[in-house]
Structures are given as C-alpha cells and as structure tokens.
C-alpha cells in the first residue's frame, strides 16, 4: 500500500487500545511544532508549602478540517477540565497539595500531529518524579483495518491521511513511557468513543475488554476512559458537555468525594464517574477504567461546598417502574448471575453461556444468606427500562454482580467466573476450572463454592453440602430442559452485541409483544393471589403427565422449538417425576415474578441410568383470556 493509498479503517473506543505500556524513550519521536500553532500554557502557584506539581495536558477536537467528523463539546470539554483540575489543585479543606499547577490546552486547529507530540515530550517531558501528570484528550480515535494501528484524529486528519496527519498511538506510547518513568504517577482520560460520527459500522468497533487484556501497565497508572464496547460517547446539549466530561466535572467539584475528608483520590472520581455517566445518559453509556498500583489522592476539594449543590439529570430515566432497591445489610448480600461470555467463534457452544447462568443462579439461590435477583427480573427491568445490565443492578441496589466467559478446545471446557463490584464496576475476585464438558455441573459447582467463599457470606453445613452435592446430572437432558423453557437461544442466531439489549453478557430475552395483550397493559396480579398456587400445580402435572398441549397452553406463546425440545426431553425420560419447590413471587410495574426451584427425577430410556435435574427458574405470568399464562420473552419463542 503506497502513502497515497486510501485507508480502510475502524471507530475505536481508545481506552481499550494497548498503547498504555512503559519502556525506554526514544528521541526520534521528537517532532518541531508545526507553524502558525498557539500553545495555552498556564503556570499557577497553588499551595507554598507543597513540593510536587501537577501538570495538566489537556485536548479537544471538536472542528475538525472535515466537517464529518465535527463535535460539539470536544474543544469545551478540554477547556474546562483544565481549568476545573487547576481550580481543585488550589485548595480545599485541606489545603493545596501542589506547589504549583501548569497546564498546556489544545483545541481545534491548535491540534496537530506536531503539537501533541510536542505537548507530550517538551511539556509533561520537564515533570519531575514528585509531580504527577494528566492527560485529557477529547475527539475521534480510529483503527487503520490494514495496520492493525490505533490514531487520535488530529485537526488535519480524516480517515484518508493517517499517515500523515494521524497520531499513532505507538507514538502516543512512547511519549507516555518516558513521562511515566519521570513522574510519581500518571492519570489519562479519554473521550474518543463518537464511533456514530465517523460512520463506522458496530461491528469494526473495537472490544475495550479485549484491548485492556494487552495492556502492561505499570504502578502509578490510572486510565478512564468515556464508555465500554459498542457504545458511543454522548454529548448532551442540555449540559454543554459530553456526559463523560461533565460528570468529570462534577466529581472534581466536590461530589466525588464520597467521605467528605476534603481529599480526593483516583478511585473516588473514577467510582463517580462510574456511577453518572450511566444515570446522565439513561444506561447507555458506561466508563471504563484501570487502575495500576496503590490509589493516589489526586487533590483537596471543598466536599462541604459541593455537597448541597443540585446534580443535572439530563437523560435520566424515572424509577416509575422499578423495584424498591435495597437497603442496609440485604443490599450488601444483594447478588445477580449475568451471561457468560463464549469465547470462541464455534456457535454450537453458545447454550452453555445461557447453562452457565441458569446453573450458577441456581446454586447461589440456595445459600439464605444471600438475596439473589432471578435473570429474568434483571433482563426485564433493563428491557422496560431500556437500559443494560450493570445499569439495572444499580439501580435495583444489587451490590454484587457473577459473570465470566467460558471456550470449548475439544472436549475441553475452560469457565472463568468472576465478582464485579456493581457499583464501581471494579473486579473484585476470580476463579477458574477446566475440565470435559460432560463434567459442566462439578466444574460450575466447584466455581460456585469458590465465588461463595470470596463473598465472604456464611453457608450452613447443610448449604454447602446440597451445593456438592452429586445430582446425577446430564447435559444433554439439561440442555433439552432448558431449551424447553425457552431459555436457550436458536442454534443459528446471532451472538448478543456486547452492549445491545441488556447489556454487554445480556439477555436472551426480547422484548414482549404487545400484540399478545392488545393493546393496554394486562391488570396486575397480586403477588398472593390464589391462583398462582393452582397456575403452578397444573403446569406441574403437565409436564410430569408428559401432556405437550397443555404445557404449552400454559404460555402465551410457546414456539415450534420448544415444542420439540420438551417432547425430546419427555420421550428420554421415563417415570418421570417432577416438583416445584422454594416458590417466592415478586412485582415489577403491572408483571409478577413467580420464581421457584424445578427439580426433575426420571430414568434415562436409552441407559436406564437414573436422573436428576435441578433448576431454578423465574416467570412472567400475566393475564390472557382471563387465565394466568407465562409472558412471551425468551429467545427460542
């Protein structure tokens, strides 16, 4: 490919990219500031009795030489986060914490290839190693499809001249090794994830989660970047900001110093961030961030001062319809199974990402100590909300959240399963097993007791002993199982976005129709209504009676699929005995949740070897015909 040869290329969200890594300097990266361009370099004394510096590089493109690719805020935002950490650097309870703040701000036709590579060597390249260094950079980040290379789009540049007018992050890279080896600690955070700007397709966008894995960050690191995979950064009218910038804002204000010490440290303004951008943008957008060594205290802030002000709730959804969230110590034991992840390509294995939850539900379900939010509660609330998973187990006041990702070599199951913080969306613990796939139920088991243990909740002897416990389980009868329920996706459809619907490891479930109801909303159903108990018993005997007709007039729709996975699975299993056990019922908006332990015992009539299965599984029952009928929703309806 010559250099003028037009580039294919991808919208990237660069907080996943690998180009956070430390090695030595090279000075032929050095590069002359380019003509006609204007530094804003500001020098302030702050506290006289401090000894470090903080330096502030701070950029924003938002005219761009093709008007395309043109923003809004981007050039405001870099503005006004300067001047924002040089505010906050001066004082507060505690005073200042540096001796002086210097800050370099570039904006639009200031930006160019020359100017930032400038910016990084000659300015953060005069930091000393008590100082510390931010970096702020909004704009559009794009991956050349040829290369493999990672750019930020400076003024000049477009998808046809990276070469040329493009910063490369390899370059980018090398600036930042050298400043990290000169200072006490670096914090970067971008805002260069408008993939709808540049037009390219969800597909080419880069996972943020697959890039930070390549990472090798060293200690005093800290990296937040706009949003996750998939989703693009928002700019917001309504506040003169993108809602990244202007949560980074608030944060520095005052807000994100949650203890109220007047000391404001990394993981402070990254938990808040965290939290707002989510609630500014009504869950479509989600910051991510990294963290590499001991927190740093960024600065004193006037907590007081900013405690009482009002937040703006530009694009917040209203909790009409949500559950009460928790509160004290139920919050604390509060828990939800997402999807895990399938990382092969090989489709056929995509059920066990759906098994895994189910199963993993299931066993936790059977701990008391804990409060376990039912899939289909999560998957709902965020498809009436319109909001992914994380976003939903916040504002339910889950505290916890199990997901992982698994892959299939063989015969060979590898599951990695882990606890995110559902608040912060931090890792907190994480275990892996691997063994045959016919050994799926003593591998999720044994990842069951792991997580329980790193919860640190108490399991009875009894608890822990019917988790253990061998059940005599097949998978292929589990698999028919639950693909009878609908709780499987088709063995052809498509693999869920990793933010679409419910969210990056979301739901199988789409959403009700309304056709199925007409169209007003179905009366409610009261949680103690007397017909659920008989609702449940005859469904019960249903199955047990192996009577496919009137399973499926139980469901207000019951497709072809699952018609033929439940005759499937009743025609293996022989004297088949079934019951519904630990049933609760919950209320969501105008829906009841009936949730209940199924526990299946039969003989296998190919083997004649005995069988138990058990599952715990939640339902929407809602009015049709003046009968109750499980709602539509899973995937294979």
Request: aromatic content about 6%.
């Amino acid at each position: 490919m010559t250099l003028g040869a037009r580039l294919t290329v991808a919208a990237v969200c660069l907080a996943g990219s690998a180009f956070i890594t430390w090695a030595i300097y090279d000075p032929a990266l050095l590069h002359d500031r380019g003509p006609g361009v204007v530094l804003r370099e500001r020098v302030e004394s702050a506290a006289p009795g401090a000894t470090s510096t903080l330096w502030v590089l701070s950029i924003g493109v938002s005219e761009y030489d093709n008007e395309a690719l043109r923003l809004h805020f981007a050039d405001a935002d870099a503005v006004e986060i300067a001047q924002a950490l040089r505010q906050a650097a001066h004082g507060g309870v505690q005073g200042g914490r540096y001796r002086e703040v210097k800050s370099l701000v570039l904006t639009d036709a200031e930006v160019t290839r020359a100017s930032l590579l400038d910016g990084l060597a000659n300015f953060l390249g005069q930091a000393g190693p008590d100082d510390v260094a931010v970096l702020f950079f909004a704009g559009h980040g794009v991956r050349d499809l040829a290369s493999g290379s990672y750019y930020f789009l400076p003024h000049p540049a477009d998808t046809a001249n990276l070469l040329t007018e493009g910063l490369r992050m390899s370059d980018f890279d090398e600036m930042l090794r050298i400043v990290r080896r000169n200072v006490r600690a670096v914090v970067v955070m971008l805002d260069t994830c408008h993939a709808g700007a540049i037009g390219a397709a969800s597909g080419q966008v880069v996972s943020a989660d697959e890039m930070a894995a390549q990472m090798s960050a060293g200690e005093g690191f800290f990296l937040l970047a706009a949003s996750r995979p998939g989703e693009e950064s928002k700019e917001e009218r309504s506040l003169g900001h993108g809602a990244f910038t202007f949560s980074i804002l608030e944060g520095l204000d005052g807000r994100a110093d949650g203890d109220g010490d007047g000391a404001l440290s990394v993981s402070e303004l990254f938990g808040y961030v965290a939290k707002r951008v989510p609630a500014l943008t009504g869950g479509q957008q989600h910051p991510y961030h990294k963290t590499e060594g001991t927190d740093l205290v960024l600065m004193s802030t006037d907590s007081k001062r900013a405690a009482g002000a009002a937040a703006p709730t530009a694009g917040v959804v209203t909790a009409e319809e949500m559950p009460t969230p928790l509160q004290g110590a139920e919050r604390a034991n509060s828990i939800a199974v997402l999807e895990f992840e399938n990382l092969r390509a090989d489709r056929k294995f995509d059920w066990i990402s759906r098994a895994l939850r189910v199963a993993f539900d299931t066993e936790l379900s059977k701990v008391k100590a804990l409060r376990v939010y039912s899939p289909e509660l999560i998957d709902h609330t965020s498809r009436v909300r319109g909001a992914d998973s994380l976003y939903t187990a916040r504002e339910l006041g889950v505290a916890r959240l199990v997901t992982g990702a698994f892959h299939v070599t063989g015969e060979t199951l590898r599951i990695d399963a882990r606890i995110i913080d559902a608040g912060s969306g931090m890792n907190e613990a994480s275990d892996s097993v691997e063994g045959e796939i016919d050994e799926f139920f003593d591998l999720q088991k044994s990842l069951v007791l792991s997580m329980l243990r790193r919860l640190r909740v108490q399991v009875s002897a009894a608890e822990g002993e019917s988790i253990q416990t061998e059940t005599n389980t097949d998978v292929d009868a589990y698999r028919l199982l639950l693909e009878s329920e609908g709780m499987l996706p088709p063995p052809n459809a498509a693999s869920p976005s990793p933010t679409s619907g419910a969210g990056r490891l979301g739901s199988w479930l789409s959403p009700f129709p309304a056709a199925a109801y007409g169209q007003e909303a179905p009366p409610t159903i009261a949680a103690g209504d007397a017909r659920i108990a008989a609702f449940l018993e005859k469904l019960r005997a249903a199955i047990e009676g192996k009577d496919a007709t009137r399973v499926a007039e139980s469901y207000v729709s019951f497709s072809d699929r699952q018609r033929d996975a439940l005759q499937a699975y009743m025609n293996a299993a022989e004297n088949l005995r079934i019951e519904f056990a630990d049933v609760a019922t919950s209320t969501e908006g105008t829906d009841l949740v009936v949730s209940f332990t199924r526990r299946d015992q039969f003989d296998d009539s190919k083997t004649g070897r005995q069988v138990r299965l058990e599952v715990r599984l939640s339902k929407v029952l809602v009015e049709d015909g003046g009968e109750l009928k499980i709602a539509p929703g899973a995937a294979g309806e």
